[in-house]
T-cell receptor
Framework: DQQVKQNSPSLSVQEGRISILNCDYT??????FLWYKKYPAEGPTFLIS?????DKNEDGRFTVFLNKSAKHLSLHIVPSQPGDSAVYFC????????????FGKGTKLSVIP | KAGVTQTPRYLIKTRGQQVTLSCSPI?????VSWYQQTPGQGLQFLFE???????NKGNFPGRFSGRQFSNSRSEMNVSTLELGDSALYLC?????????????FGQGTRLTVV
């Protein structure tokens, strides 16, 4: 039972344009949402997070949007840069004392110069 | 500020052996979690420790165990290694006590079982 789905395994975007990465979830207990970026043979790097009481959070070029009614999370990167090329994972904490992250399978972003 | 440190970075073991991996969290972080990453299954949660106590455990067999020391450093042990245990093992630390906060990952230990 896959609780988190990143339906696009890969995405190619031109440098300077917007990258939009999407994530759908089924577990309504999720209440804290995160995006991580990962290069090969390295650990995930934390990018940005949002709690369930918000619908938007910005940090520089990165903005995360949460649509709780649709159970949909997205990450916007504007403008995209070649150094953004990596695998992006959405991840979720559920409440009620659960301290484990549930990850999506990842989307490989390629930013073309 | 030093990040999460995992040792060793690479390890080759034979089936049936056991292995111990180490994780030093970010200074001040008392929560340490372990994850396994494989191409087929993605990132999967193993267990989480806070103040030397295991708070959560994922769906892995009893061959996988861990512990946390009073200085928050953590170790993970896998006994009777199987070929399928070959994976990248990731440790994450956070401030999470009763409130959830972001988790920061180490570079991982690449375990190969032959």
């Amino acid at each position: 039972d896959q609780q988190v789905k990143q339906n696009s395994p890969s995405l190619s975007v031109q440098e300077g344009r917007i990258s939009i990465l999407n994530c759908d979830y089924t577990n309504s207990m999720f209440d804290y949402f995160l995006w991580y970026k990962k290069y090969p043979a390295e650990g995930p790097t934390f990018l940005i997070s949002i709690s369930s009481i918000k619908d938007k959070n910005e940090d520089g070029r990165f903005t995360v949007f949460l649509n709780k009614s649709a159970k949909h999370l997205s990450l916007h990167i504007v403008p995209s840069q070649p150094g953004d090329s990596a695998v992006y994972f959405c991840a979720f904490y559920s409440g009620a004392g659960s301290y484990q992250l549930t990850f999506g399978k990842g989307t490989k972003l390629s930013v073309i110069p | 500020k030093a990040g999460v440190t995992q040792t060793p970075r690479y390890l080759i073991k034979t089936r049936g052996q056991q292995v111990t991996l180490s994780c030093s969290p970010i200074s001040g972080h008392r929560s340490v979690s372990w994850y396994q990453q494989t191409p087929g299954q993605g990132l999967q949660f193993l267990f989480e420790y806070f103040s030397e106590t295991q708070r959560n455990k994922g769906n892995f067999p009893g061959r996988f165990s861990g512990r946390q020391f009073s200085n928050s450093r953590s170790e993970m042990n896998v006994s009777t290694l199987e070929l399928g245990d070959s994976a990248l093992y990731l440790c994450a630390s956070s401030l999470s006590g009763t409130t959830i906060t972001e988790a920061f990952f180490g570079q991982g230990t690449r375990l190969t079982v032959v």
